[in-house]
């Protein structure tokens, strides 16, 4: 053997050595279960606080996801309304029409599911944070309700979506 070769440690090399037991005072042994049940406890303490922001970041995504839905189908509900609104009279009967009417109703009803709410009715109080004012008429009273809807706002699980587009007036 050349003196820049050493020995491999191996199993058979430590086979007949005696093993060698370090003697710990009792200080250091409660020392050593200290340190070993703080570290557990962190590690506890981190897990849980990593499965409390998945969790969070899970329903976040979610969130996000139906937003970007909703978001993206807005203006195929506002054509649907408005095709609903504006039909000639003389095929208001017709099946097709009222078929259209039942995938609005139908939408509509599958929305809300998710948490999809209209806002913006005439007759309601006007309030700037669910409400853009397009226009105002004027009036006797002093309180500010909607008298036409322009465009429907939506809020998704309490927050604003879109805000409803109105027509102020004075009661």
């Keep these: 053997m050349s ?32 340190e070993l049940t703080d570290d557990i406890k962190r590690i506890q303490a981190e897990y849980i606080n990593y499965k409390r922001r998945s969790e969070e ?4 995504a979610v969130a996000l996801g139906k937003e ?4 993206v189908l807005l203006p195929i509900i506002d054509n649907l ?6 039909q000639p009279k003389d095929i208001a009967d017709h099946a097709w029409v ?10 509509n009803s599958q929305l809300q599911g998710i948490g ?6 005439v007759g309601d109080e006007f309030n700037p944070d669910l409400h853009n004012a397009v226009s105002m008429q004027e009036g006797d009273g002093d309180k500010e309700v909607i008298t036409a809807v322009l465009q429907s706002g ?9 805000h409803a587009m109105v027509q102020v007036g004075k009661q």
């Design 3 to 34: 003196d820049q070769e050493q020995p491999i440690n191996t199993e058979e090399n430590n086979v007949n050595k005696p093993i060698k037991q370090k003697k710990f005072k009792k200080n250091n042994n409660q020392k050593i279960i200290q």
């Design 98 to 107: 009222k078929g259209v009417a039942g995938v609005e109703k139908q939408l």
């Design 116 to 121: 999809l709410v209209k806002i913006g009715v």
């Design 81 to 86: 309304e408005r095709a609903i609104v504006h």
């Design 154 to 162: 939506f809020m998704l699980d309490g927050k604003v979506v879109r």
């Design 57 to 60: 970041e899970k329903q976040r």
């Design 68 to 71: 970007q839905a909703v978001s």
